[in-house]
């Protein structure tokens, strides 16, 4: 497939169950030729692997921090490049520390992502990767940052969202940008945030690649039309799910079924309990990619509360499921969700506007059949991932071969 035939995907822990999308983004590149290895800083807790897809995923992945943790080789993955060229060495050091959010905790943490880094390109190199790509802009790509420093493997990233953008200087997020091949943006929202911190010089290289996801696995009917909600995600606040909760209370018709887990499950289930709402509203944990597609189709209408959003890739599946989906006016979601055709946007962490979108909604099987077609036929038309995996092809292939590609989009020119 020419020079990138061999690449590399790198994240914090991969895979997992709230990042499922990472992983058919990977198995999409491979189906189209890429040689594709994958790495993760951390081994996923067993928890957080749902199915055999994803267990078989995690043991063919390459975990830099159990490989760093071993003396022996962590000192001879930096001596290796501090011999083959001491000015790089030192000027990926120099790196390291220039790019250290203040404090003597971050300068540890930073001087850890640089031993890493050595790590990762020994593995790289011995594995004859040619390029590094990175999801989520934070630590892992910090150490994708300071790996290319070390070895000259060029590295890329996607860029999603909103946390980084609460803190870009921690994070260098200008320095990532301006240091990377090519930076893969989720949305036009998210495009315009990584402009507001890099120099415009680098503007040019930051493309609009959607996360899509498959139509085929989810049906594409219609539903019947009725009053069953679905949450899909993970149980923390920035969901917005005590908002959530409280409309359920002020809507007695309605049930809800959440999937998914985390750090406010046990808070959530009490709140549920103390509304009186465990007749009405089921926890079931994490679930498959195969059982959430299921669900999908069993339920009338998603629900999606957050107080900040990248682009969801839930809401895609929802609406790739022709399910009428219920969301927030947040960052990139109104380029997905049309309001009043695909589904209803309101305003995060208003009780009142969620509650009446979901009983009027709920109430109207008509208008929930009309969204739903509507729907899919958005994800059809600019999320499906054999399209966005095609686009991100192009991107590796064209940088790689001297054909950078100056458009936002595939046959849209940036201005």
């Given at each position: 497939?020419?020079?990138?035939?061999?690449?590399?995907?790198?994240?914090?822990?991969?895979?997992?169950?709230?990042?499922?999308f990472i992983q058919r983004?990977?198995?999409?590149?491979?189906?189209?030729?890429?040689?594709?290895?994958?790495?993760?800083?951390?081994?996923?807790?067993?928890?957080?692997?749902?199915?055999?897809?994803q267990r078989a995923e995690?043991?063919?992945?390459?975990?830099?921090?159990?490989?760093?943790?071993?003396?022996?080789?962590?000192?001879?993955?930096?001596?290796?490049?501090?011999?083959?060229?001491?000015?790089?060495?030192?000027?990926?050091?120099?790196?390291?520390?220039?790019?250290?959010?203040?404090?003597?905790?971050?300068?540890?943490?930073?001087?850890?992502?640089?031993?890493?880094?050595?790590?990762?390109?020994?593995?790289?190199?011995?594995?004859?990767?040619?390029?590094?790509?990175?999801?989520?802009?934070?630590?892992?790509?910090?150490?994708?940052?300071?790996?290319?420093?070390?070895?000259?493997?060029?590295?890329?990233?996607?860029?999603?969202?909103?946390?980084?953008?609460?803190?870009?200087?921690?994070?260098?997020?200008?320095?990532?940008?301006?240091?990377?091949?090519?930076?893969?943006?989720?949305?036009?929202?998210?495009?315009?945030?990584?402009?507001?911190?890099?120099?415009?010089?680098?503007?040019?290289?930051?493309?609009?690649?959607?996360?899509?996801?498959?139509?085929?696995?989810?049906?594409?009917?219609?539903?019947?039309?009725?009053?069953?909600?679905?949450?899909?995600?993970?149980?923390?606040?920035?969901?917005?799910?005590?908002?959530?909760?409280?409309?359920?209370?002020?809507?007695?018709?309605?049930?809800?079924?959440?999937?998914?887990?985390?750090?406010?499950?046990?808070?959530?289930?009490?709140?549920?309990?103390?509304?009186?709402?465990?007749?009405?509203?089921?926890?079931?944990?994490?679930?498959?990619?195969?059982?959430?597609?299921?669900?999908?189709?069993?339920n009338d209408i998603f629900?999606?509360?957050?107080?900040?959003?990248?682009?969801?890739?839930?809401?895609?599946?929802?609406?790739?499921?022709?399910?009428?989906?219920?969301?927030?006016?947040?960052?990139?979601?109104?380029?997905?969700?049309?309001?009043?055709?695909?589904?209803?946007?309101?305003?995060?962490?208003?009780?009142?506007?969620?509650?009446?979108?979901?009983?009027?909604?709920?109430?109207?099987?008509?208008?929930?059949?009309?969204?739903?077609?509507?729907?899919?036929?958005?994800?059809?038309?600019?999320?499906?991932?054999?399209?966005?995996?095609?686009?991100?092809?192009?991107?590796?292939?064209?940088?790689?071969?001297?054909?950078?590609?100056?458009?936002?989009?595939?046959?849209?020119?940036?201005?």
């Open positions: 497939m020419g020079a990138l035939s061999h690449i590399a995907y790198l994240t914090g822990e991969y895979p997992r169950a709230t990042d499922t983004e990977v198995a999409a590149l491979r189906a189209l030729g890429h040689d594709v290895s994958t790495c993760s800083i951390r081994r996923t807790g067993a928890a957080h692997l749902v199915g055999a897809e995690a043991a063919r992945t390459f975990h830099v921090l159990e490989a760093a943790k071993k003396p022996l080789h962590l000192l001879r993955c930096h001596l290796t490049y501090l011999r083959r060229d001491p000015r790089r060495y030192g000027r990926a050091m120099a790196l390291a520390l220039r790019t250290a959010p203040g404090g003597l905790r971050a300068l540890a943490y930073q001087l850890f992502y640089f031993a890493e880094a050595a790590v990762l390109a020994d593995h790289l190199e011995a594995q004859g990767v040619t390029h590094l790509h990175n999801h989520i802009a934070k630590s892992s790509c910090t150490v994708a940052m300071l790996m290319s420093e070390l070895s000259g493997i060029p590295f890329s990233f996607t860029l999603h969202g909103p946390d980084i953008f609460f803190a870009p200087d921690r994070w260098a997020l200008g320095e990532k940008v301006a240091r990377a091949r090519f930076v893969a943006c989720i949305s036009h929202f998210c495009r315009s945030q990584a402009m507001s911190f890099s120099p415009p010089e680098a503007w040019e290289k930051l493309h609009i690649v959607h996360c899509g996801v498959d139509p085929d696995r989810y049906g594409g009917t219609p539903g019947a039309g009725g009053n069953k909600l679905l949450f899909v995600g993970r149980l923390a606040a920035v969901k917005g799910l005590p908002v959530l909760l409280q409309a359920m209370q002020a809507a007695p018709d309605l049930t809800l079924d959440i999937i998914g887990d985390g750090p406010d499950r046990a808070a959530l289930e009490a709140q549920a309990q103390g509304l009186g709402l465990s007749a009405r509203v089921r926890f079931l944990g994490y679930k498959s990619q195969s059982e959430v597609a299921e669900a999908l189709i069993e629900v999606l509360p957050s107080f900040a959003e990248g682009v969801p890739v839930v809401l895609m599946e929802a609406m790739a499921a022709a399910r009428p989906v219920v969301t927030t006016r947040i960052a990139g979601v109104p380029e997905l969700v049309k309001d009043g055709a695909s589904g209803l946007l309101v305003p995060p962490g208003d009780i009142a506007a969620l509650t009446e979108a979901l009983v009027r909604l709920a109430s109207d099987p008509e208008r929930q059949k009309a969204m739903g077609t509507e729907g899919r036929a958005k994800i059809l038309a600019e999320f499906t991932l054999s399209q966005e995996a095609g686009w991100l092809s192009q991107l590796f292939e064209g940088y790689a071969e001297g054909r950078a590609s100056f458009a936002l989009r595939p046959a849209e020119d940036a201005p």
